[in-house]
């Protein structure tokens, strides 16, 4: 049954809903405001109706199973709406993929029911940063806008609420890309690809084509918004169907027809556009630190010129966008010790950045949940700058051993997370930086990287 149309009607359908959580409540929510029959079904058999009924704010009138689906329920469904958190290979979907039925997330979903235009951002790392500037320049100069996605806000939750002359900003991982139909940005952007996710995406090279779809119903006449500096996304620019506006902090783009590059002097970014060259804002005008941090704004800047937000516009608003919680964050300083919060580092890449902006000493917490990532690269950005690291959660004895064949042997085994900050406060010497930046998830200890980064700032607070 083809029902993938934008703003098509739901009413009557009977949609499967899988997985009990934040998403599944909300793509059930949704689906109710518009008419259609959802069946709620989550794979734990211990689960009780009375339990999941407590998550919704308002009831529901879903059918709900668990453990497993009733034969005569999946003749009946008109499509399968997945959480992100559920794996897209599992058998119990290519039963219905089989049968012709599509499986959609969350993004999907909230899509086809939306109204306005979409403005998406996806990559490895700096997708929260970006997704929240590009949010506030667009707040700053339209009078409906909203700010979805692994930002915080379920697209599922705004998207009735949408107009015609809503700009939506998402945030998309690539577990929510393996699940689009028809979504179509107008503007789009992949910030960076390194190794992440593989435990799921199994190969690097599918880890890459779930990113690349965020463009992939894009026309030619629509922007793709492209890092220069990352071999793979400079790459997909040769092939996207849509136009590719390429940025860079560390080459000159003035070759290009349109590009945004650094100006000579380091600190001006610029915009260029056939012949005609435009300083967009200084980075030593800007809150947000860091070269990484540079590349982010770049991106939104990117976003927002090809969206047709005046430059003067946009420079306002950088300069006045502060970090966002949980990515180098400082926290506070206690006996001339400066304490930084980068929970949101969850992969190698995203805490050598992390590890990159410190600009003293310091003591580093690392470890969490095992993503099959390896950590070589993370322990050789250290460059005598960690004094010791402290380590906690699943992966602490595989980042160990790493820490050893790289010869770096200030290694601190910590039980509890309290443990971990308490050894900091005790190794950490006046003038030098307590950083906690995991290079893992933070499943297994703690419900998300925000827990983990709330909890941390609670533990230094009450040094």
């Not at 709900?64 to 009733?70: A, D, I, N, Q």
């Not at 992440?196 to 006449?221: F, P, S, V």
């Not at 939104?300 to 306002?316: K, N, R």
């Not at 933070?442 to 925000?450: A, K, Q, R």
Request: glycine share 8%; proline share 3%; aromatic share 8%.
């Amino acid at each position: 049954m083809d029902i993938v149309e934008k703003n098509n009607s739901m009413n009557g359908k009977r949609i499967l809903v899988v997985g009990s959580g934040k998403s599944g409540v909300g793509a059930v929510e949704l689906l109710e405001k518009v008419g259609a029959s959802p069946v709620l079904f989550d794979g734990n058999e211990k689960l009780t109706r009375e339990e999941v009924l407590a998550r919704f704010q308002d009831g529901t009138g879903a059918d709900m199973y668990f453990g497993e689906l009733p034969e005569n329920e999946k003749d009946r469904i008109d499509i399968v709406v997945i959480s992100p958190g559920v794996p897209v290979d599992l058998p119990f979907l290519d039963e219905f993929r089989s049968r012709g039925i599509e499986i959609w997330g969350e993004v999907e979903l909230a899509y086809v029911l939306s109204k306005g235009d979409v403005l998406a951002i996806t990559g490895t790392n700096g997708k929260t940063t970006t997704t929240a500037l590009v949010g506030q320049i667009c707040s700053d100069y339209f009078s409906s806008v909203f700010v979805v996605g692994n930002i915080g806000t379920p697209y599922t939750s705004v998207a009735l609420d949408t107009k015609e002359d809503t700009v939506t900003v998402a945030e998309i991982s690539s577990f929510q890309l393996e699940t689009i139909h028809c979504f179509h940005p107008k503007v789009s952007a992949i910030l960076n690809i390194t190794p992440d996710h593989l435990n799921r995406h199994h190969t690097m090279e599918c880890y890459i084509e779930m990113k690349e779809r965020i463009a992939e119903n894009q026309t030619g006449d629509e922007v793709v918004v492209l890092n220069y500096d990352d071999p793979l996304t400079r790459d997909f620019g040769t092939r996207s169907t849509a136009r590719a506006l390429y940025f860079s902090r560390l080459e000159s783009l003035e070759k290009m027809d349109e590009a945004l590059y650094l100006a000579e002097d380091g600190v001006t970014i610029l915009y260029k556009k056939g012949t005609e060259i435009t300083p967009v804002v200084r980075t030593d005008e800007m809150l947000l630190l860091g070269g990484h941090n540079t590349e982010n704004v770049m991106a939104a800047c990117a976003m927002a010129i090809s969206y047709g937000i005046p430059v003067a516009s946009i420079a306002e608003t950088v300069k006045h966008f502060r970090a966002v919680e949980h990515r180098i964050e400082f926290v506070r300083e206690v006996n001339g010790v400066a304490y930084y919060n980068d929970s949101k580092g969850t992969n190698v890449d995203a805490a050598i950045k992390g590890i990159q902006a410190m600009n003293r000493k310091t003591v580093l917490i690392g470890g969490g949940y095992d993503k099959q990532s390896e950590y070589d690269e993370w322990i050789e950005a250290f460059d005598g700058k960690v004094t010791y690291l402290v380590l906690i959660g699943q992966t602490a004895e595989k980042i160990a051993e790493c820490a050893r064949r790289h010869g770096f042997e200030s290694i601190i085994m910590a039980e509890t997370f309290e443990e971990a900050v308490d050894v900091c406060a005790k190794k950490a010497q006046p003038g030098e930086a307590v950083l906690l930046s995991p290079a893992c998830a933070s499943w297994g200890m703690f419900d998300n990287y925000e827990q983990r980064g709330r909890i941390f700032k609670e533990l230094v607070n009450a040094l």
